[in-house]
């Protein structure tokens, strides 16, 4: 068992590498950001953001330890597997918290019911194509050259299905809300931008590594692949980008949540001098100004 064509895809690893460290920047900046505004939050949610954190950071050590011994096979041996796991926790976390935010939004109980039945597709199927990683590592064969090509398109494909079914389906639900109030639906309508640009960025790179799709390990002397497109560290790249976009995303939603909520808490301030007293209707409102204003409020129980 061999690494697969080591030297052409180098550069596009190293180019993947670059734009994850780039993405892997701004969630700094958000996680910053977010731990310095996010005293009304939930205890539980303040603990998700520290744990997505956590495991971002350990896979950027991980991708780290993978361009440092690119050349050498032994550590790839557990940096890839491992690297992977990393990924897939922070997906059940963030993908997690957004059926949440679905159910919140929706009260929808089949809605939910069948993103969760996808999203636990998703999870079993990755966990199939990682089983056969692995045991093609040891033992080469029919098996484990089944169960990597199942599980990459079964994982794959259902990221494509989750993502665009839970943007669009956030999206459906927001669009509904009319509270009629100007700054309510100013706020509907910056969160729709958000997950709309999300659910589109993340379904992209998945049809990316669909397209690109293909084992970093060969089995003895043929190799087994999932498309004809011998670009194995290119999608391996592309995937570390996708979970450097995904976690941003989630940051993002959440830095968005407190920004507009300061946006909907400014005080509205009201010059009493542009008024000008109108005739008294009767005696008993001689010289009196009625006026009525109608404040809104977005707290930390807002769901949206």
């Known amino acids: 068992m061999v690494l697969a064509s080591k030297t052409p895809d180098y550069i596009a690893f190293l180019q993947c590498f670059a734009v994850s460290?780039?993405?892997?920047?701004?969630?700094i900046a958000q996680a910053y950001h977010y731990f310095r505004s996010s005293r009304e939050d939930a205890a539980w949610m303040k603990w998700l953001a520290g744990v997505v954190?956590?495991?971002e950071t350990a896979h950027m050590v991980v991708y780290i330890e993978q361009i440092d011994y690119y050349f050498s096979p032994e550590p790839q041996f557990w940096t890839i597997p491992t690297a992977y796991v990393l990924e897939i926790a922070i997906e059940i976390l963030v993908n997690g918290f957004y059926i949440y935010r679905i159910w919140m939004l929706s009260k929808n109980i089949p809605i939910v019911i069948g993103i969760g039945l996808i999203f636990i597709a998703r999870i079993i199927t990755f966990l199939l194509w990682l089983a056969g990683v692995i045991i093609a590592q040891f033992h080469a064969g029919v098996k484990a050259e089944q169960l990597v090509t199942a599980g990459f398109f079964g994982t794959t494909s259902a990221a494509i299905v989750l993502d665009t079914i839970t943007a669009a389906t956030m999206v459906f639900y927001l669009s509904r809300s009319n509270p009629g109030l100007r700054r309510s639906q100013e706020i509907i309508t910056w969160l729709l931008v958000y997950y709309v640009n999300t659910g589109a960025i993340l379904a992209s790179l998945s049809i990316a590594i669909l397209v690109t799709g293909y084992t970093t390990?060969?089995?003895e002397d043929s190799s087994y692949g999932f498309l004809t497109i011998a670009m194995p560290y290119l999608y391996a790249g592309i995937w570390n980008i996708?979970?450097?976009v995904l976690a941003n995303s989630f940051f993002a939603v959440l830095n968005s949540r407190?920004?507009?909520?300061?946006?909907?808490?400014?005080?509205?301030?009201?010059d009493t001098n542009a008024f000008v007293p109108e005739p008294p209707a009767c005696k008993s409102e001689a010289g009196a100004i009625r006026i009525k204003i109608s404040t809104e409020a977005i707290d930390s129980t807002d769901q949206v």
């Not at 460290?21 to 969630?27: E, L, P, R, V």
């Not at 407190?258 to 009201?270: E, G, S, T, Y």
């Open 21 to 27: 460290g780039i993405f892997y920047g701004i969630t």
């Open 53 to 55: 954190m956590f495991l």
């Open 217 to 219: 390990y060969k089995l």
């Open 242 to 244: 996708f979970v450097k």
């Open 258 to 270: 407190h920004i507009l909520r300061a946006k909907m808490n400014k005080p509205v301030v009201i």
